[in-house]
């Protein structure tokens, strides 16, 4: 049997798409043991991948070199023979545990100071459009990875698939009192990154609005930061008795179940998208200073919504013209048109 250890991600979108990895190392070895090392927040996550033996907690916080835990956990893990790790992160101190645990391959993409750390560098990462595909060439040998078209198109990569607790589904919906009589739209309109991914709260509440007055009811999701978003799209939609807003109510895998639930969700780009598409939903993705061209949802029920205007994307965390116009133009009708027939 084939032992993997995985250094996985921080952000709740890579995570999801990590699962790609794990489905395309499953298909090569079935019999594969993958573990995943990641923060305790990802667990749950982790716990939906049926790919993933376990989830081992990483016990530091993002940033921080603790070259001494580092090294105790890396002898910590040596114990479990791993034959193989796949470091994700592109920090050195990503590559410190596999090492100290003396696992014999340790695979991933040059990054900051990692010679010797990694024993099978990969060199071009840039070559690979998509970040799902720079996860999944890790799994294929190094001579066989030299572009994108060496993976044959997006399409053909394994799509992240996070399985649904039907039981825990029905539980956190009657701990919320929410019903399923009426179809659901999920609406999540937060982003980690920053304001220049939101899309405002006055288009959000007139998508709200109007699938609410064709029979829709309306769940609003995000973390306790999002709640006063939330709170405002609700208001400006006229708290209509089907507007529900969930942000702050539940933890991150009740999200997950709920938002299995919905038939459609409307998101900005952001780490619920990508869960979204991972429960099988409807996606309308809508993007400001980001591009589908490195991180779309990875699901066919897709659509994409931007604007063209010149100066997007930029990637920047705010505006850096202070207009927000690649967000602010997008209509709510080219989102409402999607939904309603």
């Not at 716990?47 to 890396?74: D, T």
């Not at 014999?104 to 990462?125: F, H, I, Q």
Request: proline share 8%.
């Amino acid at each position: 049997m084939t032992s993997v250890l995985i250094i996985g991600p921080s952000w709740v979108g890579d995570m999801v798409m990590s699962q790609s990895l794990y489905k395309t190392l499953k298909q090569q070895h079935p019999d594969a043991k993958i573990d995943v090392m990641a923060p305790a927040w990802c667990a749950p996550i982790l716990a939906r991948m049926p790919e993933v033996n376990r989830s081992i907690e990483m016990p530091l916080g993002h940033g921080e070199l603790a070259l001494g835990k580092r090294y105790q956990l890396g002898k910590r893990l040596a114990k479990h023979g791993y034959d193989r790790a796949y470091v994700l992160p592109n920090s050195a101190k990503s590559a410190l545990i596999p090492w100290f645990a003396g696992i014999p391959t340790r695979t991933g993409w040059k990054g900051e100071m990692r010679y010797g750390l990694l024993n099978d560098l990969r060199p071009n990462k840039k070559a690979f459009q998509y970040m799902v595909e720079r996860y999944v060439a890790l799994a294929h040998p190094r001579t066989e990875m030299q572009s994108s078209a060496s993976l044959g198109g997006l399409d053909s990569l394994p799509k992240p698939a996070l399985d649904i607790d039907p039981d825990a589904q029905a539980a956190v919906i009657a701990k919320l009192g929410l019903n399923q009589d009426k179809p659901v739209i999920g609406l999540c309109p937060g982003a980690e990154f920053g304001p220049a991914k939101k899309w405002p709260e006055q288009h959000y509440a007139e998508v709200a609005r109007q699938a609410h007055q064709h029979g829709y009811q309306i769940w609003l999701f995000g973390s306790a930061k999002d709640v006063e978003t939330c709170e405002k799209i609700a208001a400006l939609a006229e708290n209509a008795p089907n507007i529900h807003v969930l942000a702050g109510k539940t933890n991150l895998i009740e999200a997950v179940d709920l938002l299995g639930a919905c038939q459609t969700v409307v998101s900005n780009d952001s780490g619920l998208m990508h869960i979204a598409a991972a429960v099988n939903c409807q996606v309308i993705a809508i993007y400001g200073s980001t591009s589908p061209d490195y991180t779309p949802p990875l699901t066919s029920k897709v659509d994409i919504v931007h604007t063209d205007i010149e100066c997007r994307p930029c990637f920047q965390r705010e505006c850096p013209l202070g207009h927000l116009k690649c967000l602010n133009d997008l209509a709510p009708s080219r989102v409402v048109k999607r939904i309603l027939p």
